[in-house]
């Protein structure tokens, strides 16, 4: 009989928080591959709003499944994925205004690993103005968001900005 390899991808980003859209890519990114790695960049330049093991908790409490798993990475990210075996990098696309950015990443990661393909998901239409900068924003604010980030991720900011609710 014969055997395939299981086809695992690389879904990178700063989560800082996860939104409802990045839950939608890696859903989609689900259906296509047989493993999910949710890889969390562990931003030395930038200063997130929460750590690496609060950005990791808030994705594992959102979608807990047994085919997604959840690293922390710093430095290249194509080194991240060879470490862990990921032939496919997943991106979520949102509209054209994300494309010349998300084109310059990809080819970047080609061109320092060709065997690794980049693939772009196009989110669900009603997040495609989605943002962790925003969402952060709005909650600072005094806005509820909370159709567009899961409740946890709501809670979580609640604590961070002192809201009391
Ligand atoms: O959620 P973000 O902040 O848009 O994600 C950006 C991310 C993590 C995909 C990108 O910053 C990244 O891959 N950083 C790792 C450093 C790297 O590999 N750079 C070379 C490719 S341009």
Redo the contacts with the bound molecule.
Sequence with gaps: METFAKKRAIF????DPVTNGHLDILKRALKLFDEVIVAV?INEGKEPLFTIEERMELIRRSMPQDRITIISFK????EAARAHEASAIV?GLRAVSDFEYECQ?AM??RELAPEIETTFLMTQANFSFVSSRLVKEVVRLGADPSHLVPPTVIEALHQKFEITK
């Design positions: 990178p980003g700063s989560f960049l430095g290249l990210l194509v991106r990443i970047m990661n």
